[in-house]
């Protein structure tokens, strides 16, 4: 079992170009969702997505942008990066989303450097 | 709104040595409380967790108990080992559900 899967391990972007991070579970996990880790400040919450078709923004979610097609996949996009968005990207799941007891499950990372 | 609060790193210990790192959190109604370990390189996984007041969570010699009182989730271990040197991040999720809300992640390095 994978688990979660994210693409690409690292990437370096110019300013002002647009860039999809992909984000996979083999889990059929109901909820899926993106952070961002930044030095000090933990993971911080981009948007999340309850189940599949339905996205919610969370803590820091401008210029970025998700989907939820199906249960598996949960692309997220940034429509043109800017330096600010430098960090390292983590996709997580959970079985549901409304418990406060579930365990969010994490991927590898996407380590994203903008010129 | 929800907070967490964790001791600043790096934290160096010896091998064998007793680990606390502390963690206060401020939150609506009964959040649970968790411990994610995050080694050189690889993602967050979950180390243990607690989901109501006075539980206590343990996994791989670390535990922590659940403090309603003191809004506290001390992780503490009895003797450290090399393999235990990672960044450790405590979190939150309250009844909302959706957002874990992370500490600023605490480093531990330990040496032979």
């Known amino acids: 079992i994978a688990g979660i899967t994210q693409a690409p391990t690292s990437q370096i972007l110019a300013a002002g170009r647009r860039m999809t991070l992909r984000c996979t579970q083999d889990?059929?996990?109901?909820?899926m969702y993106w952070y961002r880790q930044d030095l000090g400040l933990g993971l911080r919450l981009i948007h999340y997505?309850?189940?599949?078709?339905?996205?919610g923004k969370g803590e820091v979610p401008d210029g970025y942008s998700v989907s939820r097609a199906n249960t598996d996949d949960f692309p997220l996009t940034l429509a043109s990066a800017v330096p600010s968005q430098t960090s390292v990207y983590f996709c997580a799941s959970s079985e549901t989303s409304g418990s406060r007891t579930d365990t969010q499950y994490f991927g590898p990372g996407t380590r994203l450097t903008v010129l | 709104g929800n907070s967490v609060t964790q001791m600043e790193g790096p934290v160096t210990l010896s091998e064998e040595a007793f680990l606390t790192i502390n963690c206060t959190y401020t939150?609506?109604?009964?959040?649970?409380l968790f411990w994610y370990v995050q080694y050189p390189g690889e993602g967050l996984q979950l180390l243990l967790k607690a989901t109501k007041a006075d539980d206590k969570g343990s996994n791989k010699g670390f535990e922590a108990t659940y403090r309603k009182e003191t809004t506290s989730f001390h992780l503490e271990k009895g003797s450290v080992q090399v393999s235990d040197s990672a960044v450790y991040f405590c979190?939150?999720?309250?009844?909302?559900?959706?957002?874990?809300?992370f500490g600023g992640g605490t480093r531990l390095m330990v040496k032979p």
């Open positions: 979190a939150l999720r309250n009844n909302a559900g959706n957002m874990l809300t």
């Open positions: 997505s309850n189940t599949a078709g339905t996205t």
């Open positions: 889990m059929r996990h109901n909820a």
């Open positions: 939150a609506t109604g009964y959040p649970s």
